[in-house]
């Protein structure tokens, strides 16, 4: 199982915040086993489906589906509804469980084969992605907590809060991580940027917090950080880029309460994280993802620049259906990332851009993450850039015009006007993991739509 063998029956294991019950490792177990035997156990291996809350029935349900040795498709509760149903016409689980309204059993299953060594399906478009999955076995569970436990020294005295979806990997990574070192969870589902959120966290006196940079740029602009959480040791990042100014903002923020601040690279692919960037070297290797986890090997690739990651972790493969769950491993430990990277003479790691984010702007190749980087530098403000060959897409807040962002991405990017075309908008959509929903910047046409869906719960971490 995940969870560690050694630790102590009566150690909390896990806290609910709404009701403030505690639930022991000891708890904790029972409850898991007594789980595992209630689900239905058909003469073959059975595929559960999660609507997983950050609360402690999920909780149990996901180390159950484990310890039944089933394979259980983890979704975020709040998942679209169509894309809920699409998920249960292509993979037809034998069982579902949320917490509201307990596990409902298909009747009608179908006896079709599934891999013995697969555990877990994550999504890796978040609540509203497609229904493409991530095929993860135990051992990549295990062996990724494993490594970050190793790396940010998680011992059984710490105390982290559920900041992330469970559904999303980096969320899992922080419950698996926890629990592999047999530390304990405050278990919440309110937003970092409610009160009741850094109430539990001074209540119980957490002492690691997770976020995506999407998290980071709230926090620090509103200054929760210097009212709340002075117990915290440890601040964790992934989840993409976080810019050079708010990683500085988060090193000063560390140091002045004694902390520690940690950028990490990852992908679902690779159960959550690849690398990570100690904290003493943050300051001199600032933008670098760091160096790969215990355990891993990271290398970019000599003709395309792509990074590759190799190590215990890495998924057997992609799924789309039913079917897709019978197959073995495809990748045999390696992992081509899709993100172009360079490495440094200390062996440091820096990200550069992705191989599909790129413009042919008039014969030339155009990164549209150095595009984005250059120009929110230079506007002070969050940018998202995208388009198609020969017409560069610009999507600002802030309080600039679009003639000024204009001539902007002009001047720096030696583009004539015809090429540019902006939007300036009062907030960029994000998905439910925080990170920009192009799929909505390309789609929508109108200014007004685009605020309208940034207002919908996809547009902010959870």
Not at 70 to 76: G, K, P, R, V
Not at 236 to 262: H, I, K, P, W
Request: glycine share 8%; proline share 3%.
């Amino acid at each position: 199982m995940i969870w560690t063998s050694s630790q102590s029956e009566e150690a909390v294991a896990a806290i609910d915040a709404r009701t403030n019950k505690s639930s022991t490792y000891g708890q904790l177990r029972a409850d898991v086993a007594q789980f595992a035997a209630a689900l239905p156990r058909p003469d073959r291996k059975s595929l559960g489906l999660l609507l997983a809350r950050n609360d402690y029935p999920s909780l149990v349900a996901y180390l159950g589906a484990l310890q039944a040795e089933n394979a259980l498709i983890l979704l975020d509760g709040s998942v679209n509804p169509a894309l809920l149903s699409d998920f249960t016409g292509r993979y037809r689980p034998d069982w579902i469980f949320a917490a509201s309204t307990g596990t409902q059993v298909n009747e009608h299953a179908e006896d079709i084969g599934i891999h013995p060594n697969l555990a877990l399906l994550l999504s890796t478009s978040g609540s509203t992605g497609s229904p493409k999955l991530v095929r993860l076995t135990l051992a990549n569970l295990m062996a990724n907590a494993e490594s970050i436990v190793q790396y940010l020294g998680i011992t059984p005295s710490d105390l982290s809060i559920t900041s992330l979806p469970m559904g999303y990997s980096y969320g899992l990574s922080v419950i698996n991580s926890h629990l592999r070192a047999g530390a304990g969870l405050v278990l919440t589902d309110d937003s970092v940027l409610r009160r009741e959120f850094w109430e539990a966290v001074d209540r119980y006196h957490c002492t690691s917090f997770a976020g995506v940079p999407y998290t980071y740029q709230m926090l620090l602009q509103t200054g929760l950080l210097n009212k709340w959480g002075t117990s915290l040791k440890v601040f964790t990042q992934a989840g993409g880029r976080l810019d050079d100014r708010y990683v500085r903002q988060m090193c000063e923020t560390a140091e002045a309460r004694n902390s520690r601040f940690y950028v990490m690279y990852g992908q679902t692919e690779a159960t959550a994280r690849m690398s990570y960037l100690p904290w003493e070297d943050i300051r001199r290797k600032a933008g670098s993802v760091g160096i790969a986890i215990p355990g891993g090997l990271l290398a970019a690739d000599s003709e395309t620049g792509e990074l590759v990651y190799t190590g215990p972790n890495v998924m057997m493969g992609y799924a789309e259906c039913r079917a897709d769950l019978a197959k073995g491993d495809d990748l045999n430990g390696t992992l081509r990332t899709g993100d172009l990277a360079h490495q440094d003479g200390d062996g440091y790691f820096y990200i550069t851009g992705r191989l599909k984010r790129f413009l042919k702007l008039f014969g030339k190749r155009f990164s549209l993450d150095e595009a984005e980087r250059i120009l929110s530098r230079r506007l002070g403000t969050d940018v998202a850039c995208y388009g198609r060959d020969d017409l560069l897409m610009v999507a600002a807040t802030g309080t600039a015009t679009a003639e000024a962002i204009t001539a902007t991405a002009c001047e720096a990017f030696a583009l004539p006007r015809s090429a540019v075309k902006v939007k300036v908008i009062s907030e960029l959509p994000r998905t439910g993991n925080g990170k920009l929903n192009y799929h909505i910047l390309e789609e929508t046409g109108a200014e007004h739509s685009l605020a309208a869906a940034c207002h919908g719960e996809t547009c902010l971490p959870r």
